[in-house]
């Protein structure tokens, strides 16, 4: 073998050895991504073999090979201002000695000492380039590059309000024009760099990312504010920016179950999306993922993660709430948290399971009430809602209660015991932790009331006993009550293309007593192309029609019974009706009105 072949065979031995131990390391963007805390100061975190540059004036004759040069680098992702070292090998393979030049396309290189080289970073954000560049004794040169981010300056802002609704926000606050509040005092650990903060009087945090020796693109992030302990993953590091805005919104929660939804930079691939993250203590009181998990709701269903307790789903039912039920063998049941949905937000759920046998400590609790205190503009015949933070013992929720009811404008005070309240509220359980009173006869347009809790002994299905609520104190204020306006009808005037089998919608501004529908009705219903007519009447619009009410009976849907011939002219005409709103004001101006549409085809 010549010795120009032996000098190929070996360049190549030690460009496939190069290969091999370097092969994955010189993509910076792929290491950040994989690493959620960037490297330590010392570690050599990116290594790059180089790209090959050559003065062909100054290349001798017999076509030598180029140098090899990889250079390693003590980070991929460092802070603005601050300082990395790097390390470069280089070799000829025809074994003459090369020379190093280093050069930078931003920041400083403030050491140079033949292999080794200190760079400091520019005071900004960017994506530099630091090369090295290897030059033998005939002239070829090979040059390396290696690619580090820099952070300028960047930050991570949480903003946290809690739901009105909720007791624990709603006792503290009388700003009547918001259904949130700023949350104060809540901590916050940012976990990735081991820094805590504490919100202030307007619900916001603030965490300097880069001004630390770590640099952490993502972290764990925990939340703390009374009963709400809520656990997710952020981002710190803005692609578009150098500032990273979240926001979470404390709502209502239930025994061991905390529940907020969650918005901006970290969480918009979650829109629209459920959360539910399962834990359990351990020994000396710290919580564990628990895995297999089942969670089950109107949204969908999902199992917890054996490695984190997460459980992510797809609310696509379009509802704004959903009930949530979680089960595991050998542990109690969490059944029907309601808990928001929203298509703009992930709802975070953090459950902490409990082993079958265990003694249930806290007291029985309610979790909400609406309408929230110090709301205005309470509609007369709004139910008040309550949500307990545990399932009930329904049937006798009611028995030992006393409330004092107070009309502010008139001074004049009401006690309600047990049997008042069933005389004068419908009670409607939607389950056994959620109750609707509907007043049956109305609250006073334009009035404040007050209600003060004197005696409330109720208990839950496990026989614990509600938690004292005596001398709880909130207000309320009613709104204008006047005559019910149509908003819409649908199909509207002119439509084509209708649907068949409808429906036909009539939309309100005001929920509608649904009984009004059948005591003075006239509706006239009118074949276009033929001339034929039928007018309904009360008694028999329910023959040709079902009848079905929406949205707190704001929404009239009517439902033809026989289906509509295609491709033709229809007119619907009100020729009479009483409607009235569930407190007994009466609608003006539907007499004669009318639309008219054509239907499609088979």
Sequence with gaps: MTGKNIGIGLCFLLCLTSCVLFTGCSD??????????????????????????????????????LPVVNVYSSKNVIGAGNEINLRAEAIDPAGAPVTLTWDANE?????????????QAP??????????TATDVRGGKTTANVEIEVIGNSKYKLNILADRRSLTASVNSQDTDNAYVPVAGA????????????????????????????????????????????????KLISISGNVVNDSLIFAPGYNNVSVALANGDSFDMKRGMLEVTTTEKNTIGVLEPLSEVSINCSAGQGVSSRDTGIALISSSNGGTSTNLNITKTGYSNIENCTVPLS????????????????????????????PYNYKNSVAVMDPFIIGFGQAMDMSSTFDSINLMVQNKNTNELTSFTGDKIKEKFDIVWKNNTLVYLYPKYGYQANTRYSILVNN?????????????????????KTDDDPAPKLLGFEPVNGATNVSRNGPFTIYFDRSIDPNSLYENTELEVVAVDSGMSITLTASSIRTFFSVIWKNDNTELQLVPSVTLSPRASYQIRLKKCSFKSVSGKAISGLENFWTQFTTGGI
């Design 28 to 65: 910076v963007g792929a290491n950040k991504r994989t690493n959620p805390v960037g490297s330590e100061t010392d570690a050599e975190a990116t290594v790059s073999t180089g790209t090959s540059s050559t003065d062909t004036t100054s290349r001798p004759a017999d076509n030598s090979l």
């Design 343 to 370: 298509q703009n937000y992930l709802t975070i759920v953090s459950a902490e399971m409990k082993r079958n046998g265990n003694y249930l400590d806290n007291e029985a609790s309610i979790s909400w009430i609406s």
């Design 187 to 234: 901590r916050v650990v940012l976990k990735a760099l081991n820094e805590i903060a504490v919100s202030d009087k307007n619900g916001n945090i603030e965490f300097d990312v880069t001004q630390v020796d770590k640099i952490a693109t993502f972290s764990d992030i925990e939340v703390t504010f009374k009963e709400w302990d809520i656990n997710y993953t952020a």
């Design 456 to 476: 409330w002994s109720a208990k839950t299905v496990d026989g614990r006993y509600l938690k004292s609520y005596i001398g709880t104190y909130y207000e309320f």
């Design 107 to 119: 920041g400083i290189l403030i050491s140079v000492n033949g292999s080794t080289a200190v760079w």
């Design 123 to 132: 005071t900004y954000s960017s994506r530099s380039i630091v090369s090295c």
